[in-house]
């Protein structure tokens, strides 16, 4: 409806209902009723008789804010949560396991996966490439403060050093690039089209974008490292089976897979966070937050071999799996 927009374009001046409504897709009686709800949690502040003020956490909330982009993703996933129980009872309550029949098509009633849904939805692309980037900045410690990158990322200059698979618009490679210059070779992040089209500054030096479908192949041949964070767990294991044996086509015989994964805890007392990011991820894909003896499971199934499970204790459940080519 753009009430937010409307105060941060007038650097968050005070406005009366009607200057409100003249700004925005609202009438009147309609916006007074919403503003006295924002106003009662003081978002907003009523000054005079339908006069606003905004207050510090409402000038967060315009289009393209983090905030903003926050609620929007959150509001596409509850459409999906509000469709449990007639999913569940519809499937005699079984574990999801195929991607695409999950509570998001129910909810969305489509028949397509989640990302080619979004793909042809610009904004929620954009608000979920957004979320994503954002969320990693707070999930921790950065994987390569724990993860000997110095030592295991050593190539020539002409080879490529790492690829980020499902890298969004590249927050981790470029992380890393910045957090040690000095590595050498090239780096490369893929991700699909849309994606990439939404990588809005400049990559840095020694890094490019590639697009691909990961479920296509792996067209990067002989990487030193193939990485990977929070991208499986987007996936049920058929599929993420079949990324995995694409990556290990391309593999070299020295090649490294790199797994950055949220780990599920076993046993009692299991962080809420985690119990509700492995639900999220039931609604959303089929998939879910696997356990470390699950991630261990899975890569030996693709035909790996699991040479270190890398943990920091200041992070928040996560591990990186390292893994070479099986024998």
């Known amino acids: 409806m753009g009430i937010f927009d409307a105060f941060v374009t007038s650097n968050g001046a005070e406005m009366t209902l009607a200057e409100l409504s003249s700004k925005t897709k ?68 079984k574990n999801p396991s195929d991607a695409y029949d999950a509570p998001f098509q129910l909810a969305y009633q489509t028949k397509e996966h989640y990302f080619e849904w979004m793909s042809k939805r610009p904004e929620i692309q954009s608000v979920f490439n957004s979320v994503m980037t954002e969320s990693k900045r707070h999930y921790g410690v950065e994987w390569f403060e724990f993860y000997p990158v110095l030592d295991k990322l050593q190539v020539t200059p002409e080879r490529v050093a790492l690829v980020d698979v499902g890298g969004g618009v590249g927050r981790d490679i470029t992380a890393l690039k910045a957090r040690f210059p000095q590595l050498p070779g090239k780096y490369i992040v893929e991700d699909l089209p849309q994606v990439i089209d939404d990588i809005k500054e400049p990559l840095a030096e020694g890094i490019s974008a590639v697009k691909i479908n990961m479920f296509e192949g792996q067209p990067i041949q002989g990487a030193k490292a193939y990485y990977m964070r929070t991208v499986l767990h987007d996936w049920p294991d058929k599929p993420a089976l079949e990324v995995l044996r694409h990556i290990r086509q391309a593999m070299a015989s020295d090649s490294i897979l790199l797994i950055n994964e949220h780990v599920m805890p076993e046993g009692a007392n299991v962080p809420a966070l985690s119990a509700t990011l492995d639900l999220h991820m039931m609604e959303v894909f089929s998939a879910l937050e696997r356990t470390e003896k699950q991630w261990i499971d899975l890569l030996e199934r693709a035909e790996f071999k699991v040479t270190k499970v890398w943990k920091s204790d200041a992070d928040f459940g996560t591990a990186v799996f390292e893994a070479t080519l099986g024998e």
């Open 26 to 93: 609202g009438d009147v009686e309609f916006l007074k009723r919403i503003m006295r709800f924002l106003c009662s949690h003081g978002i907003f502040k009523e000054t005079s008789t339908e006069t606003y003020r905004p207050s510090q956490t409402a000038m967060l909330f315009g289009t393209g804010s983090v905030p903003g982009d926050m609620i929007k993703h959150f509001h596409t996933n509850m459409q999906m949560t509000s469709k449990y129980f007639e999913y569940f009872e519809a499937r005699g309550y």
